[in-house]
């Protein structure tokens, strides 16, 4: 009985280990799914807000964000949002998880694929700007007869939605050049509350 128990004891803690990295493995492939999917809100769910903050994703999230209101129109709104998602679909790509170590109370996981370097785009709104009053030069005598009959508001989103194919595209061959690096990363995750949190990103 005593040498039964000691296995039952053993495949016990050895199933509590796989099923543990199990759910390690999981959050971290749900980090890189919600990050292809731009879903910033379940990324807050499941990493820490200084790991968030260092990727900038939420900031370059926001930037794109601005331009998805009612006042861009219809067009513009439907361009910034197709380009948002694609930027970030392409961030990182082929990812598999190699290891899976405890470190005292943390868990260390690494990762291999490939990252697109966008440190160099800007998305900022000067490109938008300038594309805008390009446009509103050239046509000008259209763009007056608008606000004439309909209005400012009008005219603006008249002009947000001209420009959006041009502007995107332009914005899409950019991107698309950024070079493409090899990832190997390791990720921290931490428990709080019950829960498996990121809590470092290093590579």
């Avoid at 109370?105 to 990252?115: A, C, L, N, S």
């Avoid at 995750?189 to 019950?194: H, N, P, Q, S, T």
């Amino acid at each position: 009985m005593k040498v039964l128990c000691v296995f039952a004891l053993v495949f016990l803690a050895g199933c509590s280990s796989t099923n543990s990295q199990d759910e390690q493995k999981q959050v971290v492939t749900d980090f890189f799914t919600y990050v292809s999917e731009c879903d910033i809100k379940n990324l807050k769910k499941i990493t820490s807000s200084s790991v968030l903050n260092d990727m900038e994703l939420e900031k370059m999230e926001k930037e794109l964000s601005q331009y998805t209101e009612e006042e861009y129109g219809k067009v513009f709104v439907e361009e910034t949002d197709k380009f948002k998602k694609a930027i970030f679909k392409d961030l990182f790509t082929d990812i598999e998880i190699k290891d899976v170590k405890e470190d005292g109370d943390k868990v260390k996981v690494t990762v291999t694929g490939k990252e697109k370097d966008y440190s160099k785009i800007d998305f900022d709104s000067n490109e938008l700007n300038t594309t805008a009053q390009n446009y509103i030069t050239e046509h000008y005598d259209e763009i007056s007869k608008v606000v004439q009959k309909e209005g400012e508001n009008a005219a603006l989103i008249k002009v947000f939605d001209e420009i959006a194919p041009t502007l995107y595209q332009t914005m899409t061959d950019t991107y698309k050049k950024a070079p493409t690096k090899k990832l190997t990363s390791t990720v921290t995750l931490e428990k709080k509350d019950d829960k498996w949190i990121i809590t470092g990103l290093d590579e």
